[in-house]
């Protein structure tokens, strides 16, 4: 067996068929990661094929190796720094001519690569004919047919992968991607300068490097600044001359001529290597797509897609969520029964037990909603929904593609925010992030709950529709300023690729939503976890010697608490010995570090006509908003369920009114994000500075909001 390990690079456009061959190549031995310093997702895997040990690497889904994304920056960077011997390129070959213009800069770049022409299946269902050997000849590389969710071909794929890896020292390349003769000269000339100049410390390629310059990649000319800082300047001169020369002649910016031109090369392969028939062009997605992208019925048809999903997602979700509460009730009535009354046993029980509770009954929410959307990206759906939210989101300055993230926002802020990976341009990326928390979240609808069922009765219903309604124009709103301030002019080139319409295969579906949660419910539970001991450790010390005297009073265990505030697991709210636990507990939270914090920031509330208990909660709310909910309980000495009225009484007596209530709704829906999604605007944006300034924008306009609301409101009589 050969000792040596063979490293293979799988490339190609997002939706042609990577993870798929990437996982029949490699079954079950992967190994997932990040990309070492961004969010992007890097896999690999270690298999044996023809007695040689192959390292496979899944390249991110690029259209392009411009420096215009992360993913392009990315594959890009592993392609030029760790030189894989090999680069399989795969190819939706149902869409030829947008998975050349990637191929044709593999092939620039004089990297050894193999073709898959993957989808041959579809391509052949539309009559769509390609003659591999002449493509193979014309670019001078291997072309293997596959089809990927088949699991055909991927024996021929591997082979001519290592037979190319194996096929000696670099052969030169017989067949290039050829430009005009203005910009070939211009390649020719830098070309002589790099070789005069930099002989000896070039990194790469020397035609490659010159048509970069001429491109004016920032990159590659920060690496030959790197490589021989002393020589670069000169090198940089000459590319400065050559591009003005370029843009005067072609009157254009050149790095524009060439990728006209490279599409020229294309049209012209495709010309001499695909034929398709006439009979069979009866367009299935086409006639699909007369209906889902009308003008007229386009909409409401998307609308009725989501809230279907929504639908689903919490209906559906309401089963597994009611088996996972009474596990957790369960649980909490084991610990309840074999802990002895005391400090750990309200550790265990209100601590932890309660806090990762929160959070787990989500899990099938999630899972679903992240099922419907798998469901909606590998059907092609999800391309249309953007397409038709395109207009209203250029509203805010981007595109249609942030839309999905926003949508999912509804849901949960944490996967949303991991969804708007998928947005080529990282200012719309940190755009959609900053704006996404505004969508007000399923964890807060507790919170309307208690204060609008309290204050506003019949008319609570509309009152919860207009905090949704403000959040979404705020937004909006602050979408435009970021825009016009922040992100100028930085609008990223979009084209809106319509890929057709597939069927989905389960085990893709699966695939795709576990990737998503696994990560939730790694990173959540940890992070929950943690933040609820705390809340509770701040809210319990120093202790409180009423609370002693109360918990002896009391001869009952302390029950199994609720696990979220919407379903509460405890008995009738009328039993005096519970009565005395609670009492006991609000005694301590009122004399714990929390109820000195939340009698130290009173007057920043104070304006807002929220109270100091209101204020904790608030500053509770962070670790999870469902907090707010019980936190609020716990301070005003009553069940946390929200059902009962007992809390809104409290409220009530405890003198606030329906504006103050409107006020703290408006904060909350506004102010700064949970705990964990906090944790996943660092991860995301990849900087600290943009979840600080998250944190402060937000908070700072939930303020202002509610001030606004709330002295107004005093103004006008209420
Ligand atoms: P990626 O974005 O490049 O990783 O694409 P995926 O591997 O997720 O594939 C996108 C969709 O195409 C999935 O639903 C696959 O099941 C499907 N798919 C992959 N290869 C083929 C193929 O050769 N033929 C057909 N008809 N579908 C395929
Ligand atoms: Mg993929």
């Not at 000849?137 to 071909?153: A, H, R, Y």
């Not at 000319?221 to 591009?243: D, G, I, M, N, Y």
């Not at 009952?556 to 507990?585: G, H």
Request: one cysteine or more; a neutral charge.
């Amino acid at each position: 067996m050969a000792e040596r390990t063979l490293t293979i690079a799988l490339a190609g456009n997002p939706n042609s068929g990577k993870t798929t061959i990437f996982n029949a190549i490699t079954g079950t031995r992967q190994k997932v990661g990040n990309w070492p310093g961004v969010t992007v997702e890097k896999k690999e895997g270690l298999v044996v094929k023809n007695g040689y040990h192959l390292k496979i690497v899944d390249l991110p889904g690029t259209y392009s190796l411009t420096p215009f994304s992360i993913e392009e920056i990315v594959a890009r960077n592993y392609i030029l720094d760790e030189s894989p011997d090999v680069v399989i390129d795969i190819i939706d070959a149902s869409n030829l001519e947008r998975s050349l213009y990637l191929a044709t800069q593999f092939r620039e770049l004089d990297c050894k690569v193999v073709f898959a022409l993957n989808m041959m299946d579809l391509a052949q269902s539309r009559g769509i004919k390609i003659n591999a050997a002449k493509l193979s000849e014309l670019l001078d590389l291997p072309v293997v047919f596959t089809v990927g969710n088949k699991q055909k071909g991927i024996d021929e794929l591997l082979t001519a992968a290592i037979e190319l890896a194996l096929s000696g020292a670099k052969t030169p390349q017989k067949r290039k991607v050829r430009y005009s003769q203005e910009i070939e000269k211009a390649i020719a000339a830098l070309e002589q300068v790099l070789s005069d100049r930099l002989e000896g410390v070039l990194p790469y390629n020397a035609r490659w490097t010159a048509v970069k310059l001429i491109e004016d990649d920032a990159i590659i000319k920060e690496r030959l600044a790197e490589a021989a800082p002393a020589q670069v300047e000169t090198v940089f001169e000459a590319a400065r001359q050559q591009r003005s020369y370029l843009a005067d002649r072609f009157n254009d910016e050149p790095e524009i001529v060439t990728t006209d031109e490279r599409y020229g090369f294309i049209s012209g392969i495709i010309k001499e290597v695909m034929t398709t028939s006439t009979l069979q062009r009866v367009d299935i997605s086409r006639s699909i797509d007369m209906v889902l992208t009308n003008r007229f019925v386009g909409m409401p048809i998307f609308f009725f897609f989501i809230w279907a999903m929504f639908q689903v997602t919490f209906t559906v979700g309401a089963y597994p969520q009611q088996w996972i509460e009474a596990a957790f009730a369960l649980l909490a009535g084991a610990a309840g029964y074999l802990l002895p009354d005391g400090i750990l046993k309200d550790l265990v029980l209100d601590g932890i037990l309660n806090g990762v509770g929160t959070v787990a009954v989500f899990l099938p929410n999630i899972l679903i909603l992240f099922f419907c959307i798998a469901l909606f990206e590998d059907s092609g759906y999800m391309a249309r929904a953007a397409f038709l939210m395109d207009k209203i989101m250029h509203l805010v300055g981007l595109h249609g593609k942030s839309f999905i993230p926003m949508l999912m926002g509804f849901g949960c802020n944490v996967p949303a925010i991991m969804a708007a990976r998928t947005l080529e341009s990282k200012t719309d990326r940190i755009l959609t992030i900053l704006i996404t928390p505004f969508m007000s979240c399923s964890a807060k609808l507790p919170v309307y709950i208690v204060l609008a069922g309290g204050f506003f009765g019949a008319r609570a219903g509309t009152v919860i529709f207009g905090i949704y309604l403000t959040g979404i124009v705020l937004s909006i709103v602050t979408g435009r300023i970021f825009r016009s301030t922040l992100f100028k002019g930085a609008d990223a080139p979009f084209v809106m690729e319509l890929p057709p319409y597939r069927m989905p295969m389960a085990k893709s579906l699966i695939i795709h939503m576990w990737d998503r949660s696994r990560i939730f419910i790694k990173r959540m539970g940890g992070v929950i976890l943690i933040g609820s001991v705390i809340v509770w450790g701040l809210a319990n010390f120093p202790r409180y010697d009423g609370v002693q005297a109360a918990y002896t009073e009391s001869s009952q265990p302390a029950q199994a608490r609720l696990v979220r505030p919407a379903v509460a697991v405890e008995a009738q709210p009328a039993d005096p010995a519970q009565d005395t636990q609670r009492r006991a507990k609000a005694a301590q939270a009122r004399h714990s570090l929390l109820g000195r914090i939340g009698h130290a920031i009173e007057p920043v509330f104070e304006p807002l006509g929220i109270d100091w208990r209101g204020g904790i909660a608030l500053v509770s709310g962070f670790v999870a908003k469902e907090i707010v909910v019980s936190t609020l309980g716990v301070l005003y000495a009553v069940s946390d369920d929200p059902q009962a009225d007992a809390l809104q009484s409290a409220l009530r007596a405890a003198g606030m009114t329906p504006l103050s209530a409107l006020s703290m709704m408006m904060f909350v829906l506004l102010y700064l994000p949970c705990l964990a999604t906090v944790a996943a605007i660092r991860r995301e944006t990849g900087s600290v500075r943009w979840m600080l300034f998250s944190i402060t924008y937000s908070t700072s306009l939930a303020w202002l909001v509610a001030l606004v609301v709330y002295q107004g409101g005093l103004l006008l009589g209420f």
